[in-house]
C-alpha cells in the first residue's frame, strides 16, 4: 500500500526532491530552532498578491526591470540587473572597510544569525539556503540604499553621487525623467518585491557606525522618496508623520502609513464627537427658531388667502359629482390595466423621501458589511449640475469630507503619472493583504472610480485643483481609476462612509434630480404610459364636458358667462 502510494506522488509530482525535502525540514525544526530560542520573529508583511487582483492587472504587481528580495529573484528576464546590484555591492563594501568591517562578515555574523526573523517576514515559503539568503539580501540591500541615497540629496544631506558610469542611467538626481529610473521606481514598490526594512537597517549601521545616525538618514532617504512616490503632492514634509523606524516593516508599509491615516476607536473621539454633536444641536435650536418664524408668517398668509375660497370647496365637495367619485371602488379601479401603470409612480413619487430615511436606517451599523448601493455615488459632472462644489485638500485621506451648509466636496489634490497606477494597485493589495483594520484606501479608490466616469468628470476636477494629470490625456486618467473597481472584500470605513452617505443625500434630495429620475424611469423608459396618459387626458376632458353638459359649470365655478353675439 505504501508503494503504492509512493508511486503515485512521485508520479503526480515528478520535480519533488524528497532528500532536499527532509534537509530542509530538519533545519527548519531542529538546528533552527536550537540555535535561535531567543530570537523574536517578525509578523508576515511581504504577501503575494492575491490572485483576483493578480489577474486584473499582472503587469502592475509583477516586476519588470529589477528583482529585489527571493520571490522573483531567478527571473531570467530580470538578471541583467545582477550586475548593477553588484556594483553597488561593491562601492558600499569600500565603504565597510574604511570603519575596519569586511563584507564577508557583515554577511557570515549579523544577517545568517537572523535569518529566522528574515524568514519570518515572507508569506511564501522560501527554499533556499541560509547562506544564499544571506547573500542576496546583503547585495540587494546594498542596491536600494545606492538607490534611495539620491532622495536624501533632495532633502539636504550631503551625500556622495554615484560615479560610476555603469550606474548613471539608473539614478536620476535631477527629478525622475530618465525612464530607466521610473522602471525601477514602478518595481521597488510592489508588494511581491520588498526587503526588510531591519535589514536595510542593519546594513545602514555598519556604514555609519551609530544606529541613531544611520536611522536619521534612513528616514530622511524614505520620506525624500516617498514625497516622489506619494500621489498626493501637496503633502509637505512637515505634515508627514513620525513613525520610528522599529515599527515599519518595509518601503511599501512606510508610504501606505504616510497616505491612510491611522483609524481609532478611542473613548477621546467619541468625546469629541459628542462635542461636535452638542456644538451642531446648538445650531439646530436656532435654525429651528428661525424656521418656526417663517413657518408662522407663512401660515397666516395662506389662511387670508385660502379663507374665502372655503365656502366654494364646501360646494365643491357636497356636489353629485365629488358624491360619485368617493363612492367608486379605487381598490378595484387600480388594478384595471391602465389605472394600474399609474399607481406605482405615483406612490413612489410622494415616498421617496420616506425611503431615504429607510435607507439610512440601513446603513446605521458601523461594522455591517456595506451594500453595492451604499458605494454608488454621482459623477463628477451630475454633483456639479445638483449644486455640488469641489475644492482641493492639502494632506492626504483624512481630508476628505462634506460640508451639508456649502455644499463643498472636499478631496485631496492627487498627481497622476506613469507610476501612479502601479503604487495605488500595490498599496491596496497590500492593503487587502495586511488584514489588520479597515480598507481605507481600497474604499478611496472605490470613491474616485464612483465619481469618476468619463474624461469630463476628469476635467472638473483637474480644473478645480484636485487632479494634476500628467498622463497623456484625461481618458487615461479615467480608464485608470475605473480599472481599479476589484477588491477581495467590502470594508467600512466610517469618514468615508459618512462623505459618501452625505453626499447622496444632499443629491437625492434635489427636486430636479427627483422629476429626473422620475421622467426616466416612468416617461421615457416607457412609450406606453406616454400613451395611457394621453387616452386619460382625453377621457377627462369628455367627462368634463359631458359633466358642464348636464350640470352648470359657470354657476358651480363661480365663472363668468360667455354671451355670444
Same mark, same amino acid.
Given at each position: ?11 503526480? %509530482? ?38 483576483? @487582483? ?7 504587481? %509583477? ?115 530618465? *525612464? ?10 510592489? @508588494? ?7 535589514? !536595510? ?29 506619494? /500621489? ?28 491612510? /491615516? ?29 424656521? *418656526? ?12 388667502? %385660502? ?16 358624491? @360619485? ?19 406605482? /409612480? ?61 455644499? %463643498? ?50 476635467? !472638473? ?18 480608464? !485608470? ?44 423608459? *416607457?412609450?406606453?404610459? !406616454? ?35
Amino acid at each position: 500500500m505504501s508503494n503504492s502510494l509512493k508511486r503515485v506522488t512521485s508520479s503526480n %509530482t515528478p520535480s519533488f526532491d524528497e532528500q532536499k525535502w527532509v534537509i530542509n525540514i530538519r533545519r527548519i525544526l531542529v538546528e533552527e530552532e536550537l540555535e535561535n530560542d531567543n530570537e523574536v520573529e517578525a509578523p508576515v508583511s511581504i504577501f503575494n498578491v492575491p490572485k483576483t @487582483l493578480l489577474l486584473s492587472d499582472p503587469d502592475s504587481y %509583477t516586476p519588470q526591470e529589477i528583482s529585489i528580495g527571493p520571490y522573483h529573484y531567478w527571473r531570467p528576464e530580470l538578471y541583467d540587473m545582477e550586475r548593477y546590484k553588484l556594483a553597488a555591492a561593491r562601492r558600499i563594501g569600500i565603504k565597510l572597510l574604511q570603519n575596519n568591517v569586511k563584507f564577508q562578515t557583515l554577511v557570515d555574523d549579523h544577517l545568517i544569525k537572523i535569518m529566522p526573523r528574515i524568514r519570518s517576514c515572507y508569506h511564501k515559503f522560501l527554499s533556499f539556503s541560509n547562506e544564499t539568503l544571506a547573500w542576496m539580501m546583503a547585495i540587494d540591500s546594498c542596491f536600494m540604499l545606492e538607490f534611495i541615497r539620491a532622495y536624501a540629496l533632495k532633502e539636504g544631506v550631503q551625500f556622495e553621487r554615484v560615479s560610476s558610469s555603469c550606474m548613471s542611467h539608473l539614478i536620476d538626481y535631477a527629478g525622475s525623467t530618465k *525612464s530607466a529610473h521610473n522602471a525601477i521606481l514602478r518595481d521597488i514598490v510592489m @508588494l511581491e518585491n520588498q526587503l526588510p526594512l531591519f535589514v !536595510l537597517r542593519k546594513v545602514m549601521h555598519f556604514e555609519f557606525l551609530s544606529l541613531d545616525e544611520s536611522d536619521e538618514m534612513l528616514t530622511l532617504m524614505l520620506i525624500g522618496l516617498c514625497k516622489e512616490l506619494s /500621489p498626493f503632492k501637496m503633502m509637505e514634509k512637515e505634515n508627514f508623520p513620525k513613525i520610528p523606524m522599529s515599527e515599519i516593516n518595509h518601503l511599501l508599509d512606510y508610504l501606505y502609513r504616510i497616505l491612510v /491615516p491611522k483609524l481609532q476607536n478611542s473613548p477621546s473621539m467619541d468625546h469629541i464627537e459628542d462635542g461636535d454633536h452638542d456644538g451642531d444641536e446648538k445650531e439646530k435650536c436656532n435654525s429651528n427658531d428661525e424656521y *418656526s418664524s417663517y413657518m408662522q408668517q407663512f401660515l397666516s398668509f395662506s389662511w387670508k388667502v %385660502t379663507k374665502g375660497s372655503i365656502p366654494l370647496i364646501k360646494k365643491l365637495l357636497l356636489s353629485k359629482p365629488f358624491k @360619485l367619485m368617493f363612492k367608486l371602488p379605487w381598490a378595484v379601479i387600480s388594478k384595471l390595466p391602465v389605472f394600474s401603470l399609474l399607481k406605482t /409612480p405615483v406612490e413612489n413619487m410622494f415616498s421617496s423621501e420616506n425611503g431615504d430615511g429607510k435607507e439610512e436606517n440601513k446603513t446605521s451599523d458601523p461594522y455591517k458589511p456595506p451594500l453595492v448601493e451604499e458605494i454608488t455615488i454621482p459623477s463628477v459632472a451630475e454633483l456639479v449640475k445638483s449644486g455640488v462644489k469641489f475644492s482641493a485638500t492639502t494632506g492626504n485621506i483624512s481630508t476628505i469630507s462634506f460640508d451639508v451648509k456649502s455644499f %463643498t466636496f472636499y478631496l485631496p489634490s492627487v498627481s497622476l503619472d506613469v507610476n501612479t497606477e502601479v503604487i495605488l494597485r500595490n498599496l491596496v493589495a497590500y492593503e487587502t493583504s495586511n488584514g489588520l483594520g479597515p480598507l481605507t484606501l481600497t474604499r478611496y479608490t472605490e470613491l474616485m472610480n464612483g465619481i469618476i466616469d468619463t474624461e469630463e468628470d476628469v476635467k !472638473l476636477l483637474r480644473e478645480k485643483g484636485i487632479m494634476l494629470n500628467h498622463l497623456k490625456n484625461d481618458k487615461e486618467a479615467a480608464d !485608470l481609476f475605473n480599472g481599479m473597481s476589484k477588491s477581495i472584500k467590502m470594508s467600512k470605513v466610517p469618514f468615508l462612509d459618512k462623505t459618501i452617505e452625505d453626499v447622496n443625500k444632499f443629491y437625492n434630495g434635489r427636486w430636479r434630480v427627483k422629476l429626473e429620475r422620475y421622467a426616466k424611469r416612468y416617461v421615457y423608459g *416607457s412609450w406606453q404610459i !406616454l400613451t395611457v396618459l394621453a387616452c386619460i387626458i382625453l377621457l377627462l376632458l369628455m367627462t368634463l364636458q359631458a359633466f358642464c353638459s348636464v350640470y352648470s359649470c359657470s354657476r358651480i365655478f363661480r365663472l363668468p358667462a360667455v354671451t355670444s353675439d
